[in-house]
């Protein structure tokens, strides 16, 4: 078991930055895939970004360039820095460990956070 809690979330001006924060209550060196999703109102979750132990990292289309995952495995934390945020950005970001399955990266997950808000807006 792992619990995951999400943190730095928050209002920010078109063209800003914000670093998101994922802490894990154990180890993480021992679990390969790690993600940050997110969740617009209206809308199904979505894969941002995902990570594996052994450094590998995926990135949706439309974070390319903009967004950056990394894993502390010292500090139990993955992370997600986000710079050039657009309105449409605006979601609920989730944290999840353990992907699994055929896919890469993968469509399923053990465990998920509880999310934390972001907001773009002028």
């Known amino acids: 078991q792992v619990q995951l809690v999400e943190s730095g979330g928050g209002l920010v001006q078109p063209g800003g930055s914000l670093r998101l924060s994922c802490a894990a209550s154990?180890?993480?060196?021992?679990?390969?895939?790690m993600a940050w999703y997110r969740q617009a109102p209206g809308k199904q979750r979505e894969l941002v970004a995902a990570?594996?132990?052994?450094?590998?990292?995926n990135y949706a289309d439309f974070v390319k360039g903009r967004f950056t995952i990394s894993r502390d495995n010292a500090k139990n934390t993955v992370n997600l820095q986000m710079n050039s945020l657009k309105p449409e950005d605006t979601a609920v970001y989730y944290c999840s460990a353990g992907g699994f399955g055929t896919s890469w990266p993968p469509k399923q997950y053990d465990y998920w956070g509880q999310g934390t808000q972001v907001t773009v807006s002028p």
């Open positions: 990570t594996t132990s052994g450094g590998a990292t």
């Open positions: 154990r180890s993480i060196a021992t679990i390969n895939v």
